[in-house]
């Protein structure tokens, strides 16, 4: 049963029918990892703290800069040095502090990916980096969970859905990683974008840990910010893909 304080502070959640009491137990006993805390993992990371989402794994092996500020508003003048998942684990418990909230500042690679990821409901890939998207992707194959991914680049962002019930996955879509000098960092970005694209894919997390509503498994949504406008294209399972053909 959920206490009284657990009452007022989700009573948003409680009010609606496809929620309840009984939906809002099941995000307190949920479990997500998010890999990656800054432009897209702030507020991605804020709602799902908000939600009651009740154990947080974050894994970020980044310190905070000043030039993080302008987009990854998680943190503030005086997090700057700081680790990310350890400045990022602090904020969240002063908004949440009943969570179960843990900090890695590692950076994760193939001989530990499958120990950082394993034991979570939900993985989310939030990082900026290539190959560390594919390396999650593969991992959640082998685990066996979904994959909520999301991208950013100037003045555009996209979000999906990977493994979910058999759907496609990442190399499905992009079979193997562009350079990484093409990535969103390098060629800058408008800093409200990952606001955008980040409170849309804590949604999605919601949404399969709730197990309500039409997640984005099999369809990728586009966001363009310069002409306000959302586009969704569909995402077919590769029967040939070497990753997840067999899953």
């Known amino acids: ?6 009452r007022e502070r989700y009573n948003r959640h409680i009010l609606l029918p496809e929620v309840g009491e009984g ?48 987009r990854q508003i998680l943190y503030q003048v005086d997090d700057v040095g700081e680790p990310k998942a350890q400045a990022a684990r602090g904020r969240l418990l002063r908004l949440n502090p009943d969570l ?7 950076r994760l690679r193939e001989e530990n990916s499958l120990d950082l990821l394993q034991g979570h409901d ?9 190959q560390t998207r594919y390396l999650i992707n593969d991992a959640t194959i082998l685990l066996q969970k979904p994959l909520v991914h999301g991208a950013i680049r100037r003045f ?11 759907g496609p996955c990442l190399r499905c879509l992009y079979p193997s990683p562009p350079p990484e000098e ?24 919601l949404k399969i840990l709730l197990g309500v509503g039409d997640p984005l498994s099999g369809k990728l949504l586009l ?8 586009r969704s294209f569909e995402v077919r ?8 053909a067999k899953s």
């Not at 049963?1 to 657990?6: D, G, K, N, Q, R």
């Not at 939900?122 to 290539?130: E, G, L």
């Not at 555009?156 to 058999?166: A, E, H, R």
């Not at 966001?223 to 959302?230: A, G, I, P, V, W």
């Open 1 to 6: 049963m959920l206490s009284e304080t657990e």
């Open 237 to 244: 399972k590769n029967p040939l893909c070497p990753v997840c």
């Open 23 to 70: 939906g809002q137990r099941k995000l307190l006993s949920s479990s997500v990892v998010v890999v990656g805390a800054g432009g897209l993992g702030s507020p991605l990371l804020l709602y799902l703290a908000a939600a009651g989402v009740g154990r947080l794994t974050i894994i970020d092996h980044d310190r905070v800069e000043l030039s993080n500020l302008q």
């Open 223 to 230: 966001y363009d910010m310069l002409e306000t406008q959302f």
């Open 122 to 130: 939900v993985i989310v890939a939030a990082t900026d980096s290539f």
């Open 100 to 106: 179960d909230i843990r900090a890695l500042a590692v």
């Open 182 to 205: 093409t990535s969103s960092y390098a060629r800058g970005l408008l800093g409200p974008l990952p606001g955008v694209v980040g409170a849309i894919m804590a949604a999605e997390v």
């Open 156 to 166: 555009d962002g996209q979000v999906t859905v990977f493994n979910l019930n058999g």
